[in-house]
């Protein structure tokens, strides 16, 4: 067999508008870049703010959270954390650019999503005008998940970019009322692009389970998930 012909990264999973406004971009980081990424991920675990565990309705997630930019608190999105005022690190360029990529890459007109509906000229004018403001970094550990739930905390309407490397999730992308049925379930490998934005912002969305051992060789991620949410968060300054 010839890998460099059939080697990993050249398979043909295509970008799949899974509903209107969300888009799965399979195979989207190279391994390359995926460990690349997962070396910064060890650096933002050693960052003044440490991997924790948020509550929700009183009871710890079983994923550890770094947020990058911002933090996620009783008066909203800040500058600072906790009595001690711990500011996180700051949302790097890098990933700012490459979340502008994600945009372009997975609304491609060539795929014809529904939305939103732009030629090239003006999806990347549209693209460069996108400013994340916050990344939640979330770990999950082996038999780690996470319940549906709305991202609602951002008043921006602007798309959500997701990034997975490690194990492959079960994505439950499911719609903007209720948080069951009609839901689809997809997988998240390793490397693969998710954006929600447009009509699917406000979907309900979890991951129901994540397929310990998965990860391909090579992604930098040796044991669980990691996943990279990049959100605007509409926060006047
Ligand atoms: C999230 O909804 O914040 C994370 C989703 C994922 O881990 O794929
Ligand atoms: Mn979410």
């Known amino acids: ?61 079983s994923v550890r959270m770094v947020p990058l930019g911002l933090v996620w608190g009783p008066a909203g999105w800040s500058e600072t ?11 790097p360029e890098w ?23 732009l030629d090239p000229a003006r999806l990347d004018a549209w693209a460069e005008t996108y400013e994340p403001d916050v990344a939640l970094v979330n770990y999950y550990p082996p038999g780690a998940r996470m319940g549906m739930h709305q991202d609602r905390d951002e008043s921006s309407s602007a798309p959500v970019v997701s990034l997975s490397i490690g194990d492959t999730a079960v994505f439950r992308a ?36 994540v397929l310990e051992g998965s990860a391909p060789q090579g992604c930098g991620v040796l044991r669980g998930r990691i996943n990279i949410t990049v959100r605007a968060t509409g926060r006047q300054e």
Do not use: K
């Open 1 to 61: 067999m010839d890998d460099a012909l059939f080697g990993e990264e050249r398979l043909d999973r295509r970008a799949r508008e899974v509903l209107p406004g969300a888009v799965h971009v399979p195979a989207w980081l190279s391994l390359r870049r995926q460990r690349w990424i997962a070396d910064r991920f060890e650096e933002w675990g050693r960052g003044p703010i440490a991997p924790h565990s948020p509550l929700v309705g009183g009871h710890p997630m």
């Open 95 to 117: 990933l700012v650019r490459l979340s502008r990529a994600a945009l372009r890459s997975a609304f491609d007109p060539r795929t014809a999503p529904s939305w939103p509906g």
């Open 174 to 209: 499911g719609n903007t009322q209720t948080r069951s049925r009609p839901y689809e379930d997809l997988r998240l490998a390793s490397g693969d692009l998710i954006v929600f934005g447009g009509p699917s912002r406000f979907m309900f969305h979890g991951v129901p389970r």
């Open 81 to 91: 954390a906790g009595p001690e005022g711990a500011a996180p690190l700051p949302l």
